[in-house]
Structure formats: C-alpha cells, structure tokens
C-alpha cells in the first residue's frame, strides 16, 4: 500500500501513551488503513492483491502491542476487563488474516475495527475510574456534551469533511457532527483534517478530507470516554460494547 501522506504523520502518537489513549490510536490507525483501502478499491484499475498486506502485520502487531500494554499494568481482573482482552485479541487475529486475503475481503474484517477499539477505551477507562488505577485521566471539564459526542464519533472514523458550491460540510453517522462543532475543535488543536484521504460520498464521486483526533484530542477523549452520560447530547459514557471481532464478521458478511 502507498506511503500514508505526510499530513499523516503531523498526528502520529508519540509515547508514552496510557492505555485508554493507545486504544483510542489503535482505532485511528485503524482508520486511515481502511480508508486507504478504500481508495485503492476506488481508483486502482488493478490492485496488487497484497498491497495491504505490511499494513495489516503492522496494525496486528500494535494490537498485540496494546493487550500487552493493559497486561502489563496488572490490574484487577475483572469481566469487563477480561472480555476487552479478548476482543482486541480477536481483532488482532482477523487482521493478522486479512493480510493474506485480497484487498476487498481484507476490508471487510477490519471494517468495524475502529469502533471496536473505541468501544474496548470505553470499557478499559471506565474500569480504571471504578478501582481508581494510576492511569486514569481527570476529566476534560472544558468539553462540552456535543464536543464530547464529536470526539468520540471522529475517533471511531465516522467523521469526514468536504465542500461544494464555496460550502464546507461535514458526513458523519448519529450522532450528527455539524461543522459548526467540527471547526471549534479543530481551535482548540483536538481534532484536524486529512486532505483527500477518505474516499467520496458516492461512487465517482471526490475524495473528502477525513477527520481524526490530534494527539490533544486523544488525551481530551480519553479523559471523558467511559463517563456516564452528561447530557441528551453525550456520547462516549453511553459507547455500546463493542461486538467479538469474530462475530462482526461473520455478521456483516452474511
């Protein structure tokens, strides 16, 4: 797969990282390597077949990188915790697989990947608030309910930005992210654009600039992430558990 650009690597994450905050950069590598993906399906006549394949090994390794990490912090065991384990392994596993299959069904198995990993911050930061771990991050009380939900939709790759007729605009899932919200984040250095790296709204049609999380925004969500809702508007203290790695592909393959 091509080089990512050099935009990307302004927000690579530097160490050290806490574990909620490694997850939540595993979920934005998981982005860009699916919308890298995506633009090779879209615009490549004729893929090489392994043109995934050394991104893929790298992501399963970071994966296998982050169980390590939460392992490694020895912490009370618990179901929530165990279960988190076991989908980051399982993701790992499917990525791991994905490298030797050709580019269409590798993006299928890491399709929900990002917001797996999310979901495992969720749950790993609430269990580090409830037994008080070292790790744990004071809330970001300068976050608003609406900022809160923008953040955890960018960090889960729902969020991308594009223009038309002199109008910016932003596609997003539910919650809706207005760009409204979208440019106060990006004053506060939490979040910033990638341009022309996430495929089009509709087939043949322009790139959009995908969002993701500054590494300020990942400290900021992860500060909130896993919180009990605040507000109609709050999202990350209401993020679902994520389903097994397993059981989401064979979901969205039948």
Same mark, same amino acid.
């Given at each position: 797969?091509?080089? $990512?650009?050099?935009?990307?690597?302004?927000?690579?994450?530097?160490?050290?990282?806490? =574990?909620?905050?490694?997850?939540? @950069?595993?979920?934005?590598?998981?982005?860009? @390597?699916?919308?890298?993906?995506?633009?090779?399906?879209?615009?490549?006549?004729?893929?090489? =077949?392994?043109?995934?394949?050394?991104?893929?090994?790298?992501? /399963?390794?970071?994966?296998?990188?982050?169980?390590?990490?939460?392992?490694?912090?020895?912490?009370?065991?618990?179901?929530?915790?165990?279960?988190?384990?076991?989908?980051?392994?399982?993701?790992?596993?499917?990525?791991?697989?994905? /490298?030797?299959?050709?580019? +269409?069904?590798?993006?299928?198995?890491?399709?929900?990947?990002?917001?797996?990993?999310?979901?495992?911050?969720?749950?790993?930061?609430?269990?580090?608030?409830?037994? @008080?771990?070292?790790?744990?991050?004071? =809330?970001?009380?300068?976050?608003?309910?609406? +900022?809160?939900?923008?953040?955890?939709?960018?960090?889960?790759?729902?969020?991308?930005?594009?223009?038309?007729?002199?109008?910016?605009?932003?596609?997003?899932?539910?919650?809706?992210?207005?760009?409204?919200?979208?440019?106060?984040?990006?004053?506060?250095?939490?979040?910033?654009?990638?341009?022309?790296?996430?495929?089009?709204?509709?087939?043949?049609? $322009?790139?959009?600039?995908?969002? @993701?999380?500054?590494?300020?925004?990942?400290?900021?969500?992860?500060?909130?992430?896993?919180?009990?809702?605040?507000?109609?508007?709050?999202?990350?203290?209401?993020?679902?558990?994520?389903? =097994?790695?397993?059981? +989401?592909?064979?979901?969205?393959?039948?």
């Amino acid at each position: 797969m091509t080089t $990512p650009p050099a935009e990307a690597l302004l927000f690579d994450m530097p160490p050290p990282l806490t =574990p909620v905050e490694r997850l939540l @950069h595993l979920a934005d590598q998981y982005t860009r @390597h699916n919308d890298a993906l995506d633009v090779l399906l879209r615009t490549a006549t004729e893929p090489e =077949p392994q043109a995934h394949a050394d991104s893929a090994q790298r992501l /399963a390794s970071d994966t296998r990188i982050a169980v390590k990490a939460i392992q490694d912090e020895r912490l009370y065991e618990s179901t929530e915790l165990m279960e988190t384990l076991v989908r980051l392994k399982q993701l790992a596993f499917l990525t791991t697989a994905s /490298a030797s299959l050709g580019i +269409q069904s590798a993006r299928e198995l890491t399709a929900l990947a990002p917001e797996a990993a999310v979901g495992c911050a969720a749950i790993l930061a609430a269990e580090t608030r409830r037994r @008080h771990w070292s790790t744990a991050i004071a =809330p970001d009380e300068r976050l608003t309910a609406t +900022q809160r939900t923008a953040l955890a939709q960018i960090a889960c790759g729902h969020v991308a930005a594009s223009s038309a007729l002199g109008r910016e605009f932003t596609r997003s899932r539910e919650r809706k992210v207005l760009m409204s919200t979208l440019r106060a984040l990006e004053s506060k250095d939490l979040a910033a654009r990638i341009p022309n790296s996430a495929p089009g709204a509709y087939i043949g049609g $322009p790139a959009q600039d995908r969002v @993701h999380l500054t590494p300020a925004g990942i400290t900021a969500l992860a500060s909130v992430i896993g919180l009990p809702p605040t507000g109609p508007g709050t999202a990350p203290g209401a993020t679902p558990r994520p389903i =097994p790695a397993a059981t +989401q592909a064979t979901t969205r393959s039948r």
